[in-house]
């Protein structure tokens, strides 16, 4: 079975970087175990198949990178201007250097994978849902935040996270499809647009 301390956790791994580098339907079982240097056996002895794993991979992912980034970057510890807009400008800055490590813009591997599997994949698509649900929430509680706060126009707190969230992933897939880290530039400042901030009280 290879190092079995780890094999779980690299066949994981594996499949999160294959996936988001390539396509899930471009990827094999094969593919994954040379990536991750883990026999075929053993990628069977911890998952039935490739959906379940992209499950695994999926939900590691969420609690092991995108839940702690989300934590430190909208916390509510920092007043609402200042956490929003410094969360847009980290998630500019996360992209633009996996492109930088990767020698191409990657995307969302939610939304690659999601747009692939959506009405065959089931279980894969049901989780995909799910951690964007989880996401939106804490786009929801930051713009709630705000508006408590006075400091931007008032509006439904769900419907702005749906269109912060859909602004993101846009313009992500965009650059991904373009190959261009410098429609990532656009986030920021459309998106403090969009959410209406009230213009500051001079000192």
């Not at 969360?87 to 999601?114: D, F, I, N, R, W």
């Amino acid at each position: 079975m290879g190092r079995t301390s780890d094999a779980k956790e690299r066949l994981m791994a594996a499949t999160l970087d294959l996936i988001w580098e390539e396509s899930y339907g471009a990827v094999t079982i094969d593919d994954i175990c040379k990536r991750a240097g883990v026999k075929k056996g053993s990628f069977y002895y911890f998952f039935p198949g490739k959906a379940e794993l992209a499950v695994a991979a999926l939900e590691d992912m969420w609690q092991n990178k995108w839940k702690p980034f989300l934590d430190k970057h909208l916390s509510p510890a920092q007043e609402p201007y200042a956490r929003i807009r410094g969360y847009l400008e980290a998630a500019v800055t996360m992209h633009k250097q996996l492109a930088e490590q990767h020698g191409k813009v990657l995307g969302c591997p939610l939304c690659s994978v999601g747009n692939e599997v959506c009405g065959f994949e089931q279980t894969v698509i049901d989780t995909i849902r799910d951690l964007f649900v989880r996401k939106r929430r804490y786009y929801e509680s930051a713009i709630r935040d705000a508006l408590a706060s006075g400091v931007i126009e008032p509006c439904d707190p769900a419907e702005k996270a749906t269109a912060l969230f859909a602004l993101i992933n846009g313009l992500v897939s965009q650059a991904r499809i373009m190959n261009d880290v410098k429609l990532l530039d656009y986030i920021p400042p459309l998106g403090m647009e969009m959410l209406k901030f009230r213009a500051p009280v001079p000192a």
